[in-house]
């Protein structure tokens, strides 16, 4: 089975909306409810019950899409990924809750998304697709690309493209929107969990860069972990993207245009045309400015934006004709993905930013990074620091020498084999103990 595929348990059936977060194949860590969106409550196995009461009929309660370990909604620490979700703000298009559901019914109908297992409605919808025995975080690239293709197809009822990531939170079911005063209604829609292959079977295929053929579902698609490889680390990328513009509040003057087409590059991966990825830039640079270069008119947006695009879809053809694999071929007309340094150089990215990104640092950060991944997993398996354990040592050492002492002061004609035997050590341990005596 490879790293796409999971089996789900016929026997697994939702009954209620917090089967969707938690029951028995979902253990792994903890999914937090905040209102505040500064304090959360965490909530494990056995809080079903005492998250439904804590939360239903209270006003605009949320909860985290995913499980996280040590009480932090961050990626560092997420645990499990369980669910998948898309929020529709319909009424910014001018449709009614009625409405929007009919039309995720003929798309549903059609198979062009999968029936969503979950379905919460208040002010706006938002649809979650529970996730077999819940995902590695290792597949959060994967979620991300799923997530992002099914808001594609539901961008005209409203889909927001600025929540795809797994940290997001959604509304509670059963509290209340305060914006609205409306009950948040829970329906369950499918009650069979989907594993991702069959969630992915609904996406347009990672050896495609385009989709321009009708899928074939129960299609099989071999993945080459080469391409697997490439995807993880373009997610990563777009996720340091998001969070430099985040440091920076959006100021990248005298970088914007630089920022703009790499982001395009990077995010073309992820959607089926050039549009879709110009809607996502143009919800992600609403906020980003230069101070120096003034503000871009449409046309050059639209220019720099497809320039990404269409650069990525030329490197994937290659990269695809290749095998998957990266080659390096002067003068062939093809645009790669930038390597890490020049994207720090280019963006001008501190060590300060570096530290709170993922791929965008240095070769000093990453060892400094390694060597902490290394220290923690052999504190983990029980290995003392070297300080500790020679300290240890030396306290040791010291007690052997007090007892040798006191030895050799009872026994004075003892040999070295009759000392070592006393003390359970060797003889050769015995002439070092004698030697350290003799300084």
């Known amino acids: ?192 969990p989907y594993t991702l292959q069959e969630l992915q079977a609904y996406c347009k295929p990672l050896e495609r860069f385009r989709n321009s053929y009708k899928r074939r579902f129960n299609k099989v698609y071999s993945i080459d972990s080469r391409l697997i490889a490439i995807n993880r680390v373009n997610h990563a990328r777009l996720l340091d993207f998001e969070k430099l513009i985040e440091l920076r509040n959006g100021d990248f003057t005298g970088k914007r245009n630089e920022l703009l087409y790499m982001y395009s590059f990077h995010d073309a991966f992820n959607h089926d045309s050039y549009n879709a990825t110009l809607d996502e830039m143009r919800e992600r640079f609403k906020d980003v400015f230069s101070r120096s270069d003034g503000v871009m008119d449409e046309n050059e947006f639209r220019r720099t934006v497809k320039s990404g695009y269409d650069d990525a879809r030329t490197f994937f053809e290659q990269y695809k004709g290749n095998g998957y694999r990266m080659t390096v071929k002067l003068n062939d007309g093809v645009i790669k993905p930038r390597k890490t340094s020049n994207i720090i150089q280019m963006l001008d990215i501190s060590k300060d930013e570096q530290m709170h990104l993922r791929t965008l640092i240095s070769a000093e950060i990453k060892r400094q990074r390694e060597r902490v ?57 015995v002439s070092r103990l004698k030697k350290a005596i003799e300084r």
């Open 373 to 429: 991944r290394k220290t923690k997993a052999n504190r983990a398996k029980g290995i003392r620091p070297m300080t500790e354990y020679n300290e240890q040592r030396k306290a040791s050492q010291a007690e052997r020498i007090e007892q040798l002492t006191k030895l050799m002061a009872e026994h004075p004609d003892a040999t070295q084999r009759e000392y070592a035997d006393m003390l359970g050590v060797t003889a050769m341990t």
């Open 1 to 192: 089975m490879n790293a796409l595929e999971q089996r789900t348990h016929p026997e697994t059936v939702l009954n209620d909306w917090t089967d969707i977060w938690l029951r028995d194949d979902k253990k792994a860590g903890y999914v937090g409810v905040t209102h505040n969106f500064k304090s959360y409550k965490w909530y494990g196995l056995k809080d079903k019950q005492a998250i439904k009461s804590h939360t239903k009929g209270q006003l605009d309660q949320y909860i985290t899409l995913n499980a996280y370990e040590g009480f932090h909604r961050d990626s560092e620490h997420l645990k499990q990924i369980r669910t998948i979700g898309v929020d529709l703000d319909h009424y910014n298009v001018d449709l009614s809750i009625l409405e929007a559901q009919e039309i995720i019914f003929d798309m549903v109908k059609e198979n062009i998304i999968p029936a969503p297992n979950l379905v919460i409605t208040s002010r706006g919808t938002q649809l979650f697709y529970d996730i077999a025995k819940g995902a590695s975080p290792d597949m959060a690239w994967l979620t991300s690309y799923i997530t992002k293709q099914f808001i594609d197809k539901l961008k005209e009822i409203g889909a927001d493209s600025n929540a795809s990531d797994t940290s997001r939170i959604m509304r509670v079911p059963e509290s209340v929107n305060s914006r609205n005063g409306a009950t948040v209604t829970p329906r369950i829609w499918r009650n069979t």
